[in-house]
């Protein structure tokens, strides 16, 4: 899938939003925690794939890396064209409601 024109700026460096898987759906419908955006730092860019990068998560317990060695992060659209983003993915600043 072609990325629009605002992702193909991605570069170490920039601040953008990864979004967190949250936990299983429970049967009633809830779920302990829910998926949401958190802050992220571009550490690497992918060199075939500018929608594919590495990233530092800025965590309230801590900070996680995704490195390209282990698959990274991908921008992936909304799955319904709005929001939210599907969970394990980035986006940039402007895409977000958060």
């Known amino acids: ?3 629009p024109a605002s992702q193909t700026a991605a570069r170490v460096g920039l601040t953008v939003r990864y979004v967190s ?3 299983p759906v429970r049967p009633d419908g809830s779920q302990a925690f829910p998926s949401v955006c958190r802050a992220a730092i571009v550490t690497e860019v992918d060199p075939t794939y500018v929608g594919r990068v590495g990233l530092n998560v800025q965590n309230p317990n801590g900070v996680f890396h995704y490195p390209l060695a282990d698959g990274g992060c ?3 659209p909304p799955a ?3 929001f939210p983003h599907p969970g394990g993915t980035f ?3 402007d895409e977000c409601e958060a």
């Open 1 to 3: 899938m072609p990325l």
């Open 91 to 93: 986006h940039h600043l």
């Open 21 to 23: 898987h949250g936990t």
């Open 80 to 82: 319904d064209g709005g």
């Open 74 to 76: 991908e921008w992936l």
